[in-house]
């Protein structure tokens, strides 16, 4: 009797499969030494491409890995053909089929995503109406002109117009959100190794050496090449794996989470950033207030309070304690390092007020035209960063596109309180999302904090918050939904 589930397959299926295997591990491998690295593009591009078609949301990680990480030039591609803009291109198909198929927009109704359009289309018509003179703009040369542009913001909200879309599941969500944490938490420690080795950023500042990558090497977060911004992935880390080792019960791990959070709080230290060291305060007082004190939280934060106490004091150079403890208002009075720091901030705060006075009511100078617009008509010839994101988006997109950036963060909080109401209600379908819902929301308030102090709204973490708000809120609210139907 044939026996149900059996399966029958030629004995040489199995040969067939190890031998075609072979000859591609041959192919590439003689591709590779005639013509190098290059001859590996076509067979990424082909699995690529299928695991995209087939696992969406695995294209998506990928995705957010192109922002996150350095990849090698031979991967990066040139030109207008780079790795984002072909999965970009990839996605864009994607779309329009599952539009198609399903014939649902709803994505365009979504609050957010019109919040970033209409910041694209300001942005827009900032650089066509308002842009420094292209003439003295080429006086300077095209080295100084160092702007980003409006396309590779495109190219971050075309990110979350394919993240609200193809992440679908809570798993989806868990995948994505660990991945980004993994990120940030690997540049933050690669940062204190640097500092431990007796390198870093001016011999003692915490940073991964991203500025200095070229355009072949690989490497982490290269926004982590600003000591301040490694302090803020590590403040934005520890708020992440806090939450997602309270909701473990493996008292091992537990315990390994507590030293990692430990770690990355030196790296706040050892990176010398004044915003990060009030970033962790500020981190630090949201977890003490997410359910309050008791017993247990409060012997785990002494103890990891005292870890930390060490470590700063066997590890943190005199010159990193100087500036991190040299704040304005509850510092010390004495000029000390990092002074200077801080009169060039509130110096480029004087200079971004004149220039936004000196602008239409509505528009900017255009997306990325800071430092241009600032040189032309700064006496002192600086083209240094405001250190404010609100003040670089009121100069460079006008009053709206700041408004619209406050509007979104306040739009990406609610999404997340809703769905916290939910998922922490007993026996919700969601219940274990409850930690990243939880820490997402920590997250975009330690992000929001970070910029009063720096230029983050182009960076990828803030589109990924907003997608994480826009699809947990979704998906909370069709669990919801149901739960009405069946009764």
């Not at 002109?145 to 396309?151: N, Q, T, V, W």
Request: charged residues 15%; aromatic residues 12%.
């Amino acid at each position: 009797m044939q026996q149900v589930g059996t399966s029958h397959r030629s004995p040489l299926s199995g040969a067939i499969g190890f031998l075609g295997l072979l000859g591609l591990a041959l192919l590439v491998g003689v591709g590779s030494a005639s013509y190098g690295a290059q001859a590996l593009i076509p067979v990424f591009g082909v699995v690529g491409l299928a695991l995209i078609i087939t696992r969406p949301e695995y294209g998506i990680a990928f995705f957010l890995s192109t922002f996150l990480m350095a990849y090698p030039k031979w991967l990066q591609g040139s030109g207008f053909l780079t790795l984002n803009n072909v999965l970009g291109g990839v996605f864009a198909v994607l779309l329009t089929y599952k539009v198609y198929r399903e014939q649902d927009w709803w994505f365009v109704r979504v609050p957010e995503i019109q919040l970033l359009g209409l910041i694209i289309v300001m942005y827009y018509l900032s650089e066509t109406f308002n842009a420094p003179d292209e003439l003295q703009v080429s006086l300077l040369g095209a080295g100084f002109y160092f702007a980003e542009g409006l396309r590779i913001f495109i190219n971050r909200v075309a990110f979350t117009l394919f993240f609200v879309n193809f992440i679908r599941t809570p798993g989806h969500i868990r995948m994505i959100y660990m991945l980004a944490l993994g990120f940030m938490m690997i540049t933050a420690l690669t940062g204190v190794q640097t500092v431990l080795l007796g390198g870093g950023l001016k011999g003692y500042r915490a940073f991964t050496g991203a500025e200095e990558l070229v355009a072949g090497q690989a490497g982490l977060i290269r926004a982590a090449g600003n000591p301040n911004r490694l302090a803020m992935f590590a403040v934005i880390a520890i708020s992440g794996l806090w939450f997602l080792i309270q909701s473990l019960r493996a008292p091992l791990v537990r315990m390994a989470g507590m030293l990692a959070i430990v770690l990355l709080s030196l790296a706040v230290f050892l990176a010398a950033s004044r915003s990060g060291l009030l970033g962790l305060a500020v981190c630090g007082m949201l977890i003490v207030a997410e359910g309050g004190l008791n017993v247990r939280k409060l012997a785990t934060i002494v103890l990891g309070g005292l870890m930390l106490a060490v470590l700063v004091v066997q590890f943190v150079p005199e010159r990193s304690l100087e500036r991190i403890t040299n704040i304005p208002v509850i510092g010390s009075e004495d000029s000390g390092e990092g002074e200077a720091s801080i009169e060039r901030r509130s110096y480029a705060w004087e200079v971004a007020y004149d220039l936004w006075k000196e602008n239409p009511p509505l528009i900017g100078v255009g997306m990325g035209n800071w430092s241009v617009a600032r040189f032309l008509s700064d006496p002192a010839r600086s083209a240094g960063a405001p250190h404010n994101s609100y003040l670089l988006t009121l100069i460079e997109g006008g009053p709206l596109v700041m408004l619209a950036f406050i509007v979104l963060l306040w739009r990406t909080w609610r999404n997340l309180r809703v769905a916290e109401h939910y998922v922490t209600i007993p026996g919700f379908p969601l219940a274990n999302m409850t930690w990243i819902v939880k820490s997402a929301r920590v997250s975009l308030l330690v992000f929001a904090f970070f910029t009063l102090f720096a230029d983050l709204f182009n960076l990828v973490i803030l589109f990924l918050l907003v997608g994480i708000g826009i699809v947990i809120r979704r998906q909370v609210e069709e669990v919801v939904q149901r739960q009405s139907l069946s009764y």
